[in-house]
């Protein structure tokens, strides 16, 4: 019987503990930079009284080094680690829906970050109206209670729209996915293709549902960012289909591609709602 060397016990409860000190300083930072980040965002919007665009793309590009840097500091303390396969289109992001799975807390700090500055994101309504509303506000974000009648007027035609179409946290720590329709919605409505990225953890259920916890894993998690084929909405949207049917549709597929890329399991219901599905139907994915 071979033993372990001795203190091995004590060394990875050390190193478990100096993760978790690395989270705590990790999201007290990311507290500290939204704040800069509002002071930024109110300044920009005197400074720029006419041309709001200029401020929120200014704005967007802070965040995204700020987040790169935390992305950084994450991986030299061990906290977590960030790594992507393929590459985003060669014709740039510009007008697509992209719709990423959800399953830790970290997925927007992770996403931002790579993804281009010219990129919204739909975010829950709660918070425009907390502290980070200024933030999210400055940087032309929408809140997933926005009326359908005022996306075109808020959504720049040249920006991308990152959603995160489960509207929370995954279920069961990650594995088992269930989307709503605000992926869809955005899609046909607006008339954009979809680009899926799906996102995969080593450590399962880590920074997942549930309130933050501290205690880090025995392993670093690392979290893989793969960006698939983009998903033309035009073929669920046949002669006389509605838009709600066509939805749910497009939906009750993403829900698979997603399940089968991630190596989770599609939610057993298949039923969503809107931008806060389930008929069958393959779409024809673009080869652009």
């Not at 987040?67 to 697509?96: D, I, K, N, Q, T």
């Not at 992926?183 to 995969?200: F, T």
């Not at 259920?205 to 549930?210: C, D, F, P, R, V």
């Not at 392993?219 to 073929?235: D, L, M, Y």
Request: with cysteine; aromatic share 8%; net charge positive.
């Amino acid at each position: 019987m071979i033993k372990s060397p001795p203190f091995r016990g004590i060394e990875v409860s050390v190193s478990v503990f100096l993760r978790s000190m690395g989270t705590l300083l990790l999201f007290a930072l990311f507290f500290l930079a939204s704040l800069a980040a509002g002071c930024a965002s109110l300044l920009l919007r005197l400074v720029f009284r006419r041309g709001r665009r200029k401020a929120e793309l200014i704005t967007r590009r802070l965040a995204r080094a700020a987040l790169r840097l935390l992305v950084r500091l994450a991986g030299l303390l061990r906290v977590f680690r960030v790594r992507a396969e393929g590459a985003l289109p060669a014709e740039g992001v510009s007008g697509l829906v992209i719709a990423a799975n959800h399953p830790a807390l970290t997925d927007y700090m992770v996403l931002a970050q790579i993804l281009p500055a010219d990129m919204a994101c739909v975010v829950s309504g709660r918070l425009l109206r907390g502290f980070m509303g200024m933030v999210i506000s400055g940087m032309g974000y929408i809140g997933n209670d926005l009326p359908p009648e005022e996306w075109k007027g808020r959504i720049n035609p040249a920006d991308a729209i990152l959603i995160f179409p489960e509207g929370t946290r995954s279920a069961h720590h990650g594995w088992q996915v269930s989307l709503k329709r605000g992926a869809a919605n955005l899609s046909l409505r607006l008339g954009r293709d979809i680009l899926p990225v799906y996102i995969i953890c080593t450590v399962r259920g880590y920074l997942g549902t549930g309130f933050l916890s501290l205690r880090a894993p025995d392993e670093v998690p690392v979290f893989t960012v793969r960006f698939g084929k983009i998903i033309s909405p035009e073929p669920f949207l046949g002669e006389g289909v509605p838009v709600p049917l066509a939805a749910r549709s497009l939906t009750s597929y993403l829900e698979r591609l997603f399940a089968e890329e991630t190596g989770a399991e599609a939610a057993p219901h298949g039923t969503g709602q809107d931008i806060n599905a389930s008929s069958g139907g393959s779409p024809r994915e673009s080869q652009e």
